[in-house]
């Protein structure tokens, strides 16, 4: 599964030097507001939920994965329709979606107000944060599966590097990547957002049909925050490795839902910090 090529912009710098000063065209990732509204059933206007940043592109698996990320809806089938639509005069790209939902799933969302998950823990304890994802439920993993040999854990880094076709040019795109345990690419998704493209990978999974990812593993660019391992655990995916650290919130998450949480993951070392057992000494195939 791949997505479309994230739009870039031509810009032009000054390259400075120490004894040159060039002026050249760089691209530039395109970062641009997006509004996501709900509509619950056929009843009433579509009721504004959030606006995020993000790189224009699968908007549709974005606002689908941080609705089910954040439990909103439950499946794929709970999503009737989406709709896009440029709301403001000259904009180049679509930054109003409307997501219609099942009725009744909608009906206590309170529009900009409500507060999500993953960012909840900016104003509650660590412990109300992390119950609050038990809470809203995720789907239970498999103790120890999947299995995967440290060595193919360790090149994923450096796979979902050379999947990430503007990022050279660019240098401005988070990634969020799906391997199997043989660590094949399934899927990657990229944006300026860390988040976003966490949100994306599991909007594609959820419109495919394909949740829980039981025996998948998730790679991130940057680091392992508690939104970012909060989002992995809802799709049930069991291991998670992060280029940068993990923070201390998340790894309590991991650790009490037994997920397999790797940091600071690179060609010849990683950080095992919670659930090592799904880590083997075995080669690499």
Not at 71 to 84: H, P, Y
Not at 96 to 108: F, I, P, Q, S, W
């Amino acid at each position: 599964m791949t997505g479309r090529l994230p739009p870039v912009e031509s810009w032009p710098v000054v390259v400075v030097g120490a004894d040159v000063r060039d002026e050249v065209t760089d691209a530039v990732v395109v970062e641009e507001p997006l509004e996501i509204a709900v509509r619950d059933g056929e009843d009433g206007p579509a009721a504004p939920l959030t606006v995020t940043l993000r790189t224009p592109g699968a908007d549709a698996e974005l606002a689908t994965g941080l609705l089910y990320a954040e439990g909103v809806i439950a499946c794929g089938d709970d999503v009737l329709e989406i709709r896009t639509a440029a709301i403001t005069e000259g904009a180049s790209f679509p930054n109003r979606l409307e997501v219609r939902v099942r009725r009744g799933l909608a009906a206590d969302l309170s529009g900009a107000q409500r507060t999500f998950i993953s960012t909840a823990a900016c104003g509650l304890c660590g412990k109300v944060a992390v119950d609050a994802v038990f809470a809203k439920g995720f789907p239970p993993l498999l103790p120890g599966e999947p299995r995967i040999g440290r060595a193919v854990l360790a090149a994923l880094a450096g796979r979902m590097r050379a999947a990430q076709t503007l990022f050279a040019r660019t240098g401005g795109l988070h990634a969020a990547a799906l391997f199997d345990s043989e660590g094949e690419l399934v899927l990657l998704r990229e944006d300026v957002g860390r988040h976003n493209a966490v949100d994306k990978v599991i909007g594609a999974l959820l419109t495919a049909r394909r949740l829980p990812a039981e025996r998948a593993l998730l790679v991130v660019s940057g680091r392992a925050g508690f939104e970012i391992t909060q989002k992995a655990l809802r799709a049930g995916i069991p291991l998670l490795a992060a280029v940068g650290a993990p923070s201390s919130l998340s790894l309590r998450l991991a650790a009490r839902a037994g997920m397999t949480l790797v940091g600071f993951l690179r060609a010849d070392r990683f950080n095992l910090y919670t659930a090592p057992g799904r880590v083997t000494d075995e080669p690499a195939a």
